[in-house]
């Protein structure tokens, strides 16, 4: 990683649009849900994440 360049830093790192659409919300909570029930992630990252994709709406 260069020195000075921060990912957050949109001035040397700037924000690019996707080039593909995001999957329906439905979608989105379907897999985060098998995440969860496979034990793939903890409750704690299940509900960040389920937050913000509900935030999405």
Do not use: F, K, S
């Not at 849900?33 to 496979?38: A, E, G, I, R």
């Not at 793939?40 to 299940?46: S, W």
Request: glycine fraction near 2%.
């Amino acid at each position: 990683m260069v020195v000075g360049t921060d990912p957050d830093n949109h001035a040397t790192n700037p924000y690019t649009a996707p080039t593909t659409p995001r999957p329906p919300i439905t979608n989105r909570l379907r897999q985060l849900t098998d995440l969860h029930h496979h034990q793939l992630i903890n409750d704690d990252e299940y509900t960040r994440q389920r937050a913000r994709i509900l935030n999405e709406l």
